[in-house]
C-alpha cells in the first residue's frame, strides 16, 4: 500500500491533469470524448484530486485479499471527468452524473438522456445529503442546473435541492485512459470521491 501512495503523489505533484481521450460512445447530442477532463477550477475539485492518493490507498488496501487487482497506475496521471450530484424532492432522492459536455444523466446509466417521467427514485433517509456541499464555482453551478431542469420537470410543484456527492476520475497515461483489469477490462479504471474525500466506488476488477 506504501508503495502505491508513494507513486500517486509523485504523479499527482508532479504532473498536471491530462485530457481523458479514449475512445467510447459519446453522450447523445455531444461530440465530446465521454472521458473528456473537466478542468480543476474550483475548491471541491482540488481537494478531490488532491484525496485521489489516499483513497487509491484504501481501494488497493480493500481489494488485495479479495481475489481482484487495480491496474498498474505507475506514471499515470488522475483526470476528473464527472461529476455525480444528489437531487433531493421532498422524501425522495435520484443521482446523477455530469460529464465534460454539461449534459446530465442518471447515475449508471450514461449515455441515454433521461426521462423525467421514469427516474429511479429512492427514499431519502432522515437528514440524508445534509452533510453535502452546495454547488460552487461556474462548471459545479452549471452541472447543478442541469441537473434541477431534469427533475424540475418531474416535480414541477416541488423543492429540488441538489448538492455534490462525488467527483469520478480516470487515469492516463500516454494519453490514454488505464484500461480496468479482470471483469472490468475493456473500459477505464476509475475512482469516484466523495465530499469527505473517501473512495465511494471503483472499477471493480
Known sequence: MGRVLAVLLAVVLA????ACAAPGRPASGSSLDPYAAIPLDGQHEKDAFAAVPSAMASVHEAVSGAGWQTPDLTGATPALFSYT??????DRVARFEVRADGSAHELDRYPALPDPSDLYWQLAAAGEGTDLPVPEGEREIA????V??????????????VRM?????????DSRPVPAVGPATGQPFFITID???NAASWSKS
Open 15 to 18: 504532473v498536471g491533469v491530462t
Open 85 to 90: 450530484l444528489e437531487a433531493v424532492a421532498g
Open 143 to 146: 452541472a447543478a442546473a442541469a
Open 148 to 161: 434541477r431542469s431534469i427533475v424540475g420537470k418531474a416535480v414541477p410543484s416541488g423543492t429540488v435541492q
Open 165 to 173: 456527492y462525488g467527483y469520478t476520475f480516470c487515469f492516463v497515461k
Open 195 to 197: 465530499s469527505h474525500g
